[in-house]
C-alpha cells in the first residue's frame, strides 16, 4: 500500500466538528488543548459549540480548521497504533498548512499561529472582490471565458478542484461579466462564494508579502514525507522551497486537480481525508474513480480507516 493524507479546506467546518474524536482519543483531545494554549482563546469551544457565524469567520476558521484535522490525523495514528509513515501529504488551501505539520516541516504551534495571523490577513471587509465556484466546464472552457472578459490580473482561476469544478477570483464586476459567458457556454451552475476577497489571486499580494515576513523568524525543516504543493503539484522536501511556496500560495491557484493525479502517477493508491466533512475525498472520486479514499472526521470514519489501514500493513511506506 502507498497512502497519502490529504487535509481538508476552508469551508468544510461546521459546529461540533472533532467533538466525537476529541472524546474518545487522547491524542486529538491534546490536540485541542495545545490549540487553545497556544492561541489565547478556546479553539475547542469555538469547533465544538459556535456559534457558526464565529466559526465562519475567516479569523477564526483557518486556526479551527487546521487544529481538527491535525487532530484527526493523530487519532488516527492513535488508533492504528503504529506510526502512520504516509509516501506523501497534501492539503488544500489551508489544509497545507495541516500537510505542512505532518510532514514536520512545522511545529504544530508555529503553523497554528501563522494560520491565525493568515486568517487575520485574509479576513477584509467585504467589497469589491469575490469568488465563484463554476460548475460542469472544464478547465480550459473557464479559462478562455476569463480571457475574453478580464485582464490578467482582474480575474483569473483560482482552483482547479476536479473535472467540472473551477473557482474563479477577482473583481465583482469581472465574476458577473464571466458568469454570463460561463452560462451561455453551457455552465451548469456558476455560485459566488461566501468569501469577503479575491483568495488566491494577484490581489492577494498584500498578504503574501505579511506572510513572507511571519514566516521569516521560525524554525523551519525540510519535508518527511514529501509535500505535494499547491502551487506547483510537484513534491517538495526542502524547507525553504517549502516556506516560498506557502507565501505564493495565497496568491496563486490551488492546483489540485493536477496534484492528486501526480499521486496517482506516483503510484498512491490509499487516500485519507483528515478534517471536517469529505470534500476532498468527493473531488477525489471525480478525478480518479477507481482510488481509494477514506475520511477520518469522527468517530465511525475513523475506525473504518484505521481497519482498514491496519489490514493493508500501513507502517510500510511505499
Avoid at 469581472?174 to 457556454?185: D, T
Amino acid at each position: 500500500m502507498s497512502l497519502a493524507l490529504l487535509f481538508s479546506p476552508q469551508g468544510s467546518q461546521s459546529v461540533g466538528m472533532g467533538r466525537e474524536l476529541a472524546a474518545g482519543s487522547p491524542a486529538a483531545r491534546a490536540i485541542y488543548a495545545a490549540a487553545d494554549a497556544t492561541l489565547g482563546w478556546s479553539v475547542s469551544t469555538l469547533c465544538w459549540e459556535g456559534p457558526a457565524e464565529q466559526l465562519d469567520d475567516t479569523r477564526q476558521t483557518q486556526a479551527c480548521l487546521l487544529t481538527t484535522s491535525v487532530a484527526c490525523a493523530a487519532a488516527l495514528e492513535e488508533a492504528v497504533g503504529d506510526p502512520l509513515r504516509p509516501a506523501f501529504v497534501a492539503g488544500h488551501s489551508v489544509g497545507e498548512y495541516a500537510a505542512v505539520v505532518a510532514a514536520g516541516v512545522l511545529s504544530f504551534s508555529d503553523a497554528l499561529r501563522m494560520v491565525a495571523r493568515r486568517g487575520e490577513l485574509m479576513s477584509m471587509e467585504p467589497g469589491s472582490d469575490g469568488m465563484a465556484a463554476v460548475i460542469g466546464l472544464d478547465r480550459d472552457a473557464v479559462q478562455a471565458a476569463v480571457e475574453a472578459v478580464a485582464g490578467p490580473t482582474e480575474l483569473v482561476i483560482a482552483n482547479d478542484n476536479a473535472p467540472g469544478q473551477v473557482v474563479i477570483s477577482g473583481s465583482l464586476a469581472a465574476i458577473e461579466r464571466a458568469r454570463r459567458l460561463l452560462r451561455a457556454q453551457g455552465a451548469k451552475r456558476v455560485i459566488r462564494l461566501n468569501v469577503s476577497g479575491a483568495f488566491h489571486s494577484p490581489h492577494m499580494a498584500p498578504v503574501a508579502d505579511a506572510l513572507a515576513k511571519a514566516f521569516a523568524p521560525l524554525d523551519w525543516h525540510d519535508a518527511d514525507p514529501p509535500l505535494i504543493s499547491n502551487v506547483t503539484a510537484e513534491p517538495v522536501v526542502d524547507a525553504g522551497r517549502i516556506r516560498n511556496l506557502l507565501v505564493e500560495q495565497v496568491r496563486s491557484p490551488v492546483e489540485w486537480a493536477a496534484s492528486m493525479r501526480r499521486l496517482i502517477d506516483e503510484g498512491v493508491d490509499t487516500f485519507v481525508e483528515c478534517g471536517p466533512g469529505s470534500a476532498l475525498a468527493g473531488m477525489l472520486k471525480r478525478i480518479a474513480p477507481s482510488a481509494g479514499a477514506l475520511v477520518v472526521n469522527d468517530a465511525a470514519t475513523l475506525a473504518a480507516a484505521a481497519g482498514t489501514l491496519s489490514r493493508q500493513s500501513v507502517g510500510a511506506r511505499a
